[in-house]
């Protein structure tokens, strides 16, 4: 079978929408960092809309700051890919063309650097996860003591890191006279755009005093909210695209029909209409992103833990038990919403039952096990930030103390019924450490695992109202497992 190509795309059959606009004479405006599933799924998307709308400079060229796996599958096809929106009334296909090019950062730093300085380039957006910005999750702040950071810190000219790569062709920039392109992080931070700031300013400080000033008070890094369900591709899914478009694919990306994207509208150097492709331009993302981080993402890990923990595969199974729905239902109304301001306009009950709706969609395979990675680095904008609020307002927590407690219980490394689980997260070796020499005993895990300061900070371990519930409910989930936890919670 053929593959999907330039050459190819004009045997689409008719069902598959495809680029209407000329794929290869569309011009890089934007330059990617962390070119993954959620970048192909969303910001692509957006972008394709425009260039089909005729804004023909803002093609994108996509970097992988680590792994060739991207480019290896999409540069033999140009850069098309198919998406796939699905849910339980079917699948529809789209070729998105706004990919125009791909780099390897480790491969070729230089081509990387090169790009982000051509003066064409007015964005460089960045879908690197919460742990890419190498910044402590609890205080939001650079890690001057982050591996990657002291290794850009020792050769700045060539970075590895992403505040490495934005430094360096900032200071490339204004060496050639060039200004800064405007940095758009699509990351499920909170306040993205003043956290991406913070870091790169500070690392740019350490670099160079006077580069540091001029990055603080010339770089704009407008803050976003982006919401899209993006599961890892699955082979089944490969093999649909292939039905669809009767052409390989070797990476095709399977999502939800949902989609937004809230920007704060800050671009000193211009952008595209993304108001026109359905983006909300705003002038205060905040309440917004808390919204999503606290709703979704917050639902999101607190149902991964005990899912997992309860033996569900994904997301879809989980939901399948009316005592998981009622658990989640209740930690989105009684705990989360009253620490909400509501955004402009928006509907939040109806917001809350679409989120019911997408964690039901049957036909996407989310696992638990990928929602799960990174907790330590996810844990406090998801239900940290939702405890503190609690907290000072005198508030029962019990709902998130238990997702918590799911947590802490899903580190210690072994499931309910004795086997590994494959724990994925930056601080993963010291986790283990941790559970290993505290073993599965509440009153002694929980404290050890509350003194993970990067995650909960100085305030909440010294709290009683935090450390009692979480302490509570990790001994229920160890001694009476998930199930039943939940449903006693519900
Ligand atoms: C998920 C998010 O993997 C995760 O941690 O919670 O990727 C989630 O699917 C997106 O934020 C939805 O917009």
Sequence with gaps: MDRISLDTLQD?????????????????????LGVGAFHRAHQAVYLDDRLNAGETGWGVLGASLRSPDTRDALAPQDGLYAVMVRSGEGTRTRVIGSLRDLVVAPEDPERLLAAMTDPAVRIVSLTVTEKGYCHDPATGTLREDHPDIRRDLASPLAPVSAPGFLVEAIRRRRAAGVPPFTVLTCDNLPANGE???RVISRYAALVDPDLGAFVRGEVACPSTMVDRIVPATTEAERALAR??????????IATEPFTQWVIEDRFPLGRPRLEEAGAQLVSDVAPYELMKLRLLNGSHSTIA??????????????MGEPAFVRLVAGLMDAEVTPTLAVPLGADLAGYKRSLIERFRNPALRHRTWQIAMDGSQKLPQRLLGTVRDRLRAGAPIDRLALGVAAWMRYVAGVDEAGRPIDVRDPLAARLADIANEAGLDAGRLAPALLGVREVFGEDLPADPRFTGPVTAALDGLIARGARAMVEATA
């Design 305 to 318: 833990y005990l899912g997992y923990l309860a033996g569900h595969e994904t997301v879809s199974d989980v």
């Design 195 to 197: 956290t991406v700031h």
């Design 12 to 32: 689409l059959p008719p069902a598959v929408a495809r680029p209407a606009y000329d794929v290869a004479g569309t011009r890089v405006g934007v330059v990617h």
């Design 243 to 252: 039905e669809a478009m009767g052409l390989e694919d070797a990476w095709p």
